[in-house]
């Protein structure tokens, strides 16, 4: 079971790819609407119906309009704007909508769920025009609601002769602006029909020269906005689950822990019977804290815990910790056993079944590994959290299942790890080949704390020249030139220890290159990002304050920079207010300082030539780090309309501003937005196709074009 960090890095593509779906089916559709006339045939001066066909996402319902506006939620309303081309017949009119009693409300309401109509009657007043106005109205589901006002555009042509054939087609228009009222939802498209995008081959209809026929338009598929992967099924969803959890299996925090999990049952066990009962115990209990205490925490907490978990120098520093612990035990400084008492008391549990002292080993394992599970399991919970409960339970269950499988089955199996040497020989080998590479490890959790911290004790360059001297020695002891407690006489090296010495120093001499700055694109995402290098030969990181060349004042420059000398902002609304100045589409970074996968985008993505150009001219940039712990001044905090808690912190600020206005918590995610903070380009998760990411910058900016 000897392994080593390079293939651990290999072994971890799948778990990143995971996330990156994960962090792709976040985002809940607004409702699609649709718009036409009935009598298709149009006449002047005659009533006719517009009707309004909205197709509602599962889990959600849209309020009616034909209860007490008194009660509280809003009324579907249509707002007509001022027009000679028709008038308002009668008030807009709710086609069979279902009827209950609210309790929250207090009194009776009408509301449609998967489909509604509604109808309009208008009276046409010209034999050409656009019926402008604004749609309003509300969407729910049993935990939140999202308001929207649509702005409509629908053209329409008409006969003088109530006589004549009227050949009229309605071009649908829908700029659709989801703006919830305090603010969260007002950059997140709502999809409809068409778009003012999606009408091509000439120009606008209505243009003066144009004859009646010229008028007409071919709409198009409008262009989608939302995040790639946003619509599969649930049983896709489950399977993906259950993959991130086998993946899971070979993270770093995770594949150490299964040999001394597992020693925990070996031997314990009297009789065949009770060691499979004890080891599906153990199983059921993996599953049962992921799927309930997973559940419960995103429903209470919400993704901020998560992030809290991953993120916070408590857990970070206890991990780091556990980690010093085990690595000195696993290098033979003492043995590790529970307490006296507490195996007592854990024997006498067993006498009757055990399941108090299986279920805490569960927990165990559940507590030590969630730093590296926890950014695929927050993935998971922010649907809960949104409303959609059978979702994440089942993922839950299956990514717990998956997890549980290698566990219970060792357990099971007792026998399978003892048939390694008790002591000595290969076993103890393989023990303190653990023990370094715990190690090593753990100076990530410590890593994470002091970026997000900014202590400024592990910058990158030491980091690694800790990581070289850990490898190092462990390729000395390899080739038998360090001794340790319970080793085993070496009278000659085999071929298979003597390969995996060779491949540590191959990886010792990779990383020396990375004390004078080299990129490390293997290691990219574990070390310290290249911001905090101290020594480099080639000055390829410029801090955003000096990057910028107008004398502005960045905010948080002085504590916060952006890697490759990309000019930037961290404040959204400098930055916001810089793209105008500048005319440039707005592209927002949510990225971390603890996140894994952002660094490998800066390391593997941004450094390509076309990209990091494009980065530097074409965009204004602004990085917001959700996970930054710096406390606002107090007149700056506010409670957040999604989970009700004070935001005080610019990270938190931050997380609640991508998990409100895009429904999203993962990182990294781009966002691109043009001068009225509507979206450009479908936003973009995790994804190292670099020329991908160049295609997404470049039809960003290809919009932007279009609509200036």
């Known amino acids: 079971m000897t392994f080593n960090s390079k293939k651990i890095g290999i072994f971890l593509v799948p778990v990143f790819l995971l996330i990156s779906a994960f962090a792709q089916a976040q985002l809940v559709k607004p409702p699609k609407w649709t718009f036409t006339f009935e009598p298709k045939e149009l006449q002047v001066g005659e009533t006719a119906n517009l009707v309004f066909e909205v197709q509602i996402p599962i889990g959600w319902y849209v309020y009616s309009n034909d209860f007490d506006e008194d009660l509280g939620p809003w009324l579907t309303k249509f707002i007509p704007s001022d027009s000679e081309d028709f008038s308002i017949a009668s008030n807009l009119k709710a086609i069979n909508p279902k009827k209950k009693f609210d309790e929250i409300w207090e009194g009776d309401i009408t509301y449609f769920m998967g489909k509604g109509r509604f109808e309009q009657p208008i009276i046409i007043q010209s034999t050409s025009g656009v019926i402008k106005g604004t749609l309003r109205y509300q969407m729910c589901n049993d935990v939140s609601c999202t308001n929207f006002e649509d702005d409509i555009e629908i053209r329409f042509i008409a006969k003088e002769s109530s006589r004549s054939a009227a050949t009229s087609e309605a071009a649908v228009i829908t700029d659709s602006k989801a703006n919830l009222e305090e603010g969260p939802e007002k950059l997140v498209d709502s999809a409809t029909e068409a778009s003012p995008f999606g009408l091509v081959d000439g120009p606008a209809s209505g243009e003066a020269g144009q004859s009646g026929d010229e008028l007409k338009q071919t709409p198009v598929e409008p262009q989608d906005f939302t995040t790639e992967g946003e619509t599969e099924s649930l049983w896709g969803f489950i399977v993906l689950a259950f993959l991130a959890g086998l993946a899971a299996l070979v993270t770093p925090c995770v594949f150490p822990m299964i040999p001394m999990t597992v020693s925990f049952f070996t031997g314990r066990s009297k009789s065949r019977a009770q060691g499979i009962r004890q080891a599906m115990i153990y199983g059921i209990s ?254 390829g990181i410029t801090s955003v304050k000096s990057a910028n060349t107008s004398g502005e004042v960045i905010k948080y420059g002085d504590l916060l ?35 894994v996968n952002c660094r490998k985008m800066e390391e593997n993505v941004w450094v390509d030539p076309q990209v990091l150009k494009r980065l530097r001219e074409d965009f204004v940039m602004v990085a917001l780090y959700i996970d930054e712990r710096l406390e606002l001044p107090e007149s700056e905090w506010y409670t957040s309309s999604y989970d009700a808690k004070m935001k005080k912190t610019l990270g938190k600020q931050n997380a609640d501003f991508q998990i409100t206005r895009f429904n999203n918590n993962a990182q990294p995610y781009y966002v691109i937005l043009d001068h009225q903070e509507q979206l450009l380009a479908k936003p973009r998760g995790y994804n190292t196709d670099i020329a991908a990411f160049v295609e997404f910058l470049d039809g960003a900016n290809r919009e932007f074009e279009m609509r200036k």
Request: glycine share 10%; hydrophobic share 55%; with cysteine.
């Open 286 to 539: 993996i599953i049962s804290i992921y799927t309930v205490a997973g559940t419960a925490v995103a429903a209470i907490q919400g993704p901020e815990f998560a992030n809290w978990l991953a993120t916070h120098w408590i857990p970070n520093v206890f991990f780091f910790g556990i980690f010093i612990v085990f690595a000195l035990a696993f290098l033979g400084m003492f043995e590790l056993n529970l307490p006296s008492s507490f195996v007592n008391k854990i024997d006498a549990k067993a006498e009757k079944g055990g399941l108090g002292g299986v279920f805490f080993m569960a927990f165990t394992l559940v507590l030590v590994s969630f730093s590296c599970t926890g950014p695929i399991v927050g993935s998971i919970l922010i649907s809960s959290a949104g409303g959609e409960l059978v979702k994440p339970v089942l993922g839950m269950f299956a990514f717990g299942l998956a997890f549980a499988i290698p566990f219970t089955l060792f357990a099971i199996f007792p026998e399978w790890m003892q048939r390694l040497p008790k002591s000595g020989g290969w076993l103890n080998t393989v023990k303190v080949v653990l023990g370094f590479l715990e190690l090593a490890l753990a100076f990530k959790f410590l890593s994470i704390a002091d970026l997000v911290y900014h202590w400024g004790i592990l910058d990158r360059d030491i980091f690694l020249a800790i990581w070289i001297v850990i490898f190092s020695a462990l390729g000395f002891y390899l080739l038998g030139k360090i001794k340790l407690p319970h080793d085993s006489k070496l009278d000659y090296i085999g071929v298979p220890r003597l390969l995996l010495a060779l491949l540590t120093f191959a990886f010792v001499v990779h990383m020396i290159p990375g004390l004078w700055g080299a990129p490390l694109k293997i290691l990219s995402g574990y070390l310290p990002p290249i911001t905090t290098q101290q020594f480099k030969l080639e000055e």
């Open 561 to 595: 920079k952006i890697p490759h000398g990309i000019p930037g902002y961290f404040d959204y609304e400098q930055a916001l207010a810089a793209a105008k100045k500048e005319g440039k589409p707005l592209l927002i970074d949510f990225t971390g300082h603890g996140c």
